[in-house]
């Protein structure tokens, strides 16, 4: 078995603000710009990077990321932030998405895309297929696409694009409590979820109301544990 890495006091003092301040202030808050600046700012204390680890920002504003453990020939992860959808960007998950590639003796790709209320369904699932496409296009199929919550309901998406789109697919995918259903009673599902360090269940509503401006959540389009 891989040993747990140990949380630093660095980590601990993050989570401690996150789950002490963030999650109590989201329960009440009705502004996603808030929201982000209550929680990126924390989350990109946590972990960072292996040390030695290469990072280069792209033009768009995507994160391209060569760990001690990867060549410059080795396959690719691309790695999509979770967030709720209106919240993170790549650096916020650097250290994730970095320890993942050093462990897996993969580069990583971190793209960007647009968060809710500013751009709601479908902009930011649109954003990541032009994104993938654009990386396939350059470096071939991605030995796996990976991604957390709102990140990880965004992977099932691209990937169902780029089947249906004739695209080269991941090798692999790595999906971290993937919010893969937006429709039903999203608050009761999540009721339970002890460990939710963000989100409190009793605003999921209002996040996915704020992400989905409308739309149906039963679309497969949008939650893509309902599609094929």
């Known amino acids: ?12 003092a993050a989570i401690a603000m996150v789950r002490g301040i963030g999650k109590p202030a989201i329960a009440v808050l009705n502004s996603a710009p808030l929201i982000r600046r209550l929680t990126d700012g924390p989350a990109k204390w946590l972990k960072s990077a292996p040390e030695g680890t290469r990072i280069t920002e792209r033009a ?6 060569r760990p001690p453990n ?4 080795s396959p690719w992860l691309i790695y999509i932030h979770g967030g709720g959808f209106l919240a993170g960007s790549p650096w916020t998950h650097l250290g994730l998405a970095s320890h993942l590639g050093d462990a897996a003796r993969m580069r ?18 649109d954003d990541l297929v032009a994104a993938y496409k654009a990386h396939v296009d350059r470096h071939g199929p991605p030995g796996a696409l990976c991604g957390d919550s709102a990140g990880g309901n965004l992977a099932l998406l691209v990937a169902q694009h780029a089947r249906d789109a004739g695209w080269p697919l991941p090798r692999a995918m790595g999906l971290l409590s993937p919010v893969a259903d ?47």
Not at 70 to 73: I, V
Not at 108 to 125: D, H, I, T, W
Not at 190 to 208: H, K, N, T, V, Y
């Open 1 to 12: 078995m891989v040993p747990r890495p140990r949380l630093t006091l660095r980590d601990r």
């Open 60 to 65: 768009d504003g995507g994160l391209e990321l």
């Open 70 to 73: 990867a060549g410059d020939q």
């Open 108 to 125: 990583v790709y971190l793209p960007r895309y647009g968060l809710a209320p500013e751009r709601p369904f479908p902009k930011g699932r």
């Open 182 to 228: 937006l429709s039903g009673d999203i608050a009761e599902r999540m009721a339970g979820a002890q460990d939710e360090m963000l989100f409190p269940a009793s605003r999921l509503p209002w996040i996915r109301d704020t992400y989905l401006q409308g739309h149906d959540a039963t679309d497969p389009g949008a939650s893509p544990l309902l599609g094929d």
